[in-house]
């Protein structure tokens, strides 16, 4: 199975900072990753498929990129509202697996 | 609108039973393939199976192959979690989730409140 890291585990940004969060696949995955949100005691909110694909609804300031092996998240003025877990998920093939995730926080 | 609803969960002792069901509405429940994805307290997120649209091919983590069994019932819009054999480590939430086209794997736009699955004795 194609495993998920995800770097860093944590980060502590100031509101206005760009953030960047890498995920990388074991193995190539082509585009078929996603990005999700997770608030504190909240249900996942899906924020961007095909690696760069926003879903609707989702403020611009959050982004993707990458294909193969490594991807990118990228939120380009940290927002308090943005303080949650993010994890990335291939889903090219079974298992759709996620990464361990990304805590970010207000500095 | 768009709406998942699991139910189901509860404080269950180890090496028992637990079937979770997932009510499905607001689109064509039948065309998606379905999944259930599980979240340990404090812990990131676990995929746990899928089932096709049409109920013909399933696949499961390894941490629960032979011991639960995803099914649907498409006359009824609901989506199962058959849970046996549980142990302290499937204490989780449990979520149902629906994949963004209707193809069996895709990322997940729409997702369940979830339901707690507590394996104590």
């Known amino acids: 199975d194609i495993q998920m890291t995800q770097s860093p585990s944590s980060l502590s940004a100031s509101v206005g900072d760009r953030v960047t969060i890498t995920c990388r696949a074991s193995?190539?995955?082509?585009?078929?990753l996603a990005w999700y949100q997770q608030k504190p005691g909240k249900v996942p909110k899906l924020l961007i498929y095909?690696?760069?694909t926003l879903q609707s609804g989702v403020p611009s300031r959050f982004s993707g990129s990458g294909s193969g092996t490594d991807f990118t998240l990228t939120i380009s003025s940290l927002q308090p509202e943005d303080v949650a877990t993010y994890y990335c998920?291939?889903?090219?093939?079974?298992?759709?697996?996620f990464g361990p995730g990304t805590k970010v926080d207000i500095k | 609108q768009v709406q998942l609803v699991e139910s189901g969960g509860g404080v269950v002792q180890p090496g028992r039973s637990l079937r979770l069901s997932c009510a499905a509405s607001g689109f064509t429940f039948s065309s998606y393939g379905m999944h259930w994805v599980r979240q340990a307290p404090g812990k990131g997120l676990e995929w746990v199976a899928v089932?096709?649209?049409?109920?013909?091919?399933?696949y499961y983590a390894d941490s629960v192959k032979g011991r639960f069994t995803i099914s649907r019932d498409n006359s009824k819009n609901t989506l199962y979690l058959q849970m046996n054999s549980l142990r302290a480590e499937d204490t989780a939430v449990y979520y149902c989730?629906?994949?963004?086209?209707?193809?069996?794997?895709?990322?997940?736009?729409?997702w369940g409140q979830g339901t707690m699955v507590t394996v104590s004795s």
């Open positions: 095909a690696a760069s």
């Open positions: 998920q291939k889903y090219n093939s079974a298992p759709p697996n």
């Open positions: 193995q190539g995955i082509s585009n078929y």
């Open positions: 089932i096709w649209y049409d109920g013909s091919n399933k």
């Open positions: 989730a629906r994949p963004v086209v209707p193809a069996a794997i895709d990322a997940f736009d729409i």
